[in-house]
């Protein structure tokens, strides 16, 4: 019997999130309604020294504004006592194995490699430690940090963005699970968490695919303590600026608390923008998320990389703003200040002429004076 279909956004709260955040946000969460299934909003927060409260605040007003709702929340910092309990799983399994290298170390052994045209795959010196070189190491002062072994079995699955996918376990690195103060690195808390919280399917960008072998084969390894099962992967291309740069503020990547700000720009702009960009459908405005899940497909998603266009948000904006109904308009007003009372007459007389609600005070002015 299949599983009912959950998935789930799982920013860091460091930072605002922007337009390249919300759309694997979005398309996890059309994908959810469209199978009737549940969308888990999850903190990453494992990192107490660059996590904040007003950026976790933040990520949910963003959500909130945008009409993403969640079923489900949790935060990675409330679950630590879980991954705890994973990494003593992991050593008695054989698996997890400390290591002591130094990041000066560790860094002059990559940049040999690299030299040498190799990959940059640790080379499991800390497997051929005898309990005598640990106990000097520790009595040194060094604490270990803790990796992965991976076995060499091939890692096969099929991708909901790129179909069959395929890597060697041999040609890929030992992944460091915890580090050295104890605390784990976002491989293991996301493992932990996909497993345990019964998460169905991982929809993200391209640049997780290496990522996601690796956590394959740690799911595999951890499902007897986890439970549940590994969950399907869907990775998608990711957002690029206009002219084909990587976002940035400078080029577009505009923060949705910037979008929030201004009252120039319909969620449902964003939206349906974001929802159609990089598919083989048109970019129309959509009112309502319920049409957005009614079109809403998986396999129309392309592997190029798709380009956002702040205008365009702008240009989808206008003909939301022109094409709504009375109704809607005067409630809109009513949740703002300072608007005008409007009858449905001025409306359907001004209309054509707005880029934004705000404009009908000016013309409001212009009709009635100051």
């Known amino acids: 019997m299949s599983r009912p279909v959950a998935v789930r956004f799982a920013p860091s709260p460091t930072g605002n999130i922007h337009v390249g955040n919300v759309r694997p946000a979005l398309i996890n969460w059309l994908f959810a309604r469209s199978h009737d299934g549940e969308f888990l909003f999850r903190l990453d ?20 504004w945008l009409g993403l709702k969640w079923d489900r929340f949790a935060r990675q910092s409330d679950r630590m006592d879980r991954y705890e309990l994973a990494k003593q799983f992991l ?76 890597f060697k376990g041999r040609d890929l690195t030992d992944p460091v699970l915890y580090r050295e103060d104890g605390r784990p690195i976002y491989t293991i808390s996301s493992v932990v968490d996909d497993l345990e919280l019964n998460i169905t399917h991982v929809i993200r960008g391209d640049d997780h695919i290496a990522n996601t072998a690796v956590q394959i084969q740690l799911m595999e390894a951890l499902v007897p303590h986890c439970g549940g099962a590994v969950p399907v992967f869907g990775h998608l291309p990711l957002l690029a600026a206009a002219n084909g740069d990587k976002l940035s503020k ?119 004076g100051p």
């Not at 979008?259 to 720009?265: N, P, Q, T």
Request: overall charge negative.
């Open 45 to 64: 927060d494992t990192d107490p020294e660059r996590s904040k409260q007003e950026y976790a605040d933040n990520i949910a007003r963003d959500l909130e």
């Open 91 to 166: 050593i008695e399994s054989g698996r997890l194995y400390p290591c002591y290298e130094t990041p000066e170390e560790l860094s002059l052994k990559r940049k040999s490699l690299l030299s040498r045209g190799k990959p940059p795959i640790y080379d499991r010196a800390a497997l051929r430690l005898s309990d005598e070189d640990k106990a000097k190491y520790e009595a040194e002062g060094r604490v270990p940090h803790w990796r992965f072994k991976l076995e060499d079995a091939p890692i096969v699955w099929n991708d909901l963005g790129h179909g069959e996918l395929s």
């Open 250 to 368: 400078r080029n577009g990547a505009l923060s949705v608390a910037d979008m929030r700000a201004d009252s120039g720009i319909e969620p449902m702009a964003v939206l349906s923008l974001l929802a159609k960009i990089g598919t083989s459908d048109p970019i129309e405005a959509r009112s309502s998320l319920d049409q957005l899940i009614a079109e809403f497909d998986m396999t129309k998603f392309s592997k190029a990389t798709p380009r956002f266009d702040p205008e365009e948000v702008r240009r989808l904006t206008v003909k939301l703003i022109q094409d709504m109904p009375f109704a809607a308009v005067k409630e809109k007003l009513a949740a703002r200040d300072g608007m005008p009372e409007i009858d449905e007459a001025f409306w359907e007389a001004v209309r054509p002429n707005l880029n934004s609600l705000d404009d009908i005070a000016d013309w409001h002015r212009v009709a009635n």
